[in-house]
């Protein structure tokens, strides 16, 4: 409990509209880069017959990303590795802080400082590190492909799981923040 205050704390010091209209603008480029047309994305996806990147899919069996990667072959692999992770070593700080950010913002003005609430700006760092070992498992599976690290595939879903959910979770409490501040100053006058 102790570190999710220090988080939250450090959170609400760098929170301003200033922080967050940088972040958009970093968070605009990061997905910029990542589908742009210098971005490998689209040729993965006509290698998988469509299919998004691995840290797209919500849930996927070990034998679905094995099934992935032959699809990508060597080249897809490499591509992947070479291309698609770099720029995501950066996204799930971003992200997490982009989202962090209007949740303090708003929870500033929903709810008192010293509110417990005020710990739910921390959520979007359970996305990142999701994130984090999502990336990591994927890329240690590709490092080692042909082999198979059946459980470590299993982690990686789950990891997307987690990116997933605490993303949304983060969403829904930026909206859920804003109709509490509404009501309150509705309230109040």
Do not use: C
């Amino acid at each position: 409990m102790k570190s999710l205050t220090i988080l939250s704390t450090r959170i609400q010091r760098i929170a301003s509209i200033r922080s967050f209209l940088l972040l958009t603008l970093i968070m605009f480029g990061l997905g910029y880069a990542m589908l742009s047309s210098a971005s490998p994305s689209e040729e993965l996806m006509a290698l998988a017959d469509g299919l998004n990147v691995p840290d797209t899919q919500f849930w996927r069996s070990a034998d679905a990303l094995y099934s992935q990667l032959a699809d990508y072959g060597e080249y897809g692999i490499h591509l992947y590795l070479t291309r698609v992770s770099p720029v995501d070593l950066f996204i799930p700080i971003a992200q997490a802080l982009f989202l962090s950010i209007p949740i303090t913002l708003v929870f500033q003005r929903a709810f008192d400082a010293n509110s417990v609430w005020q710990l739910l700006n921390t959520i979007p760092f359970a996305a990142m590190v999701g994130d984090y070992l999502e990336n990591a498992s994927i890329a240690t599976i590709m490092l080692i492909y042909p082999g198979r690290l059946d459980a470590l595939a299993s982690i990686s879903a789950l990891s997307t799981a987690v990116k997933f959910v605490a993303s949304f979770a983060s969403i829904g409490l930026i909206a859920a923040g804003f109709i509490i501040w509404f009501i309150k100053r509705s309230a109040s006058k």
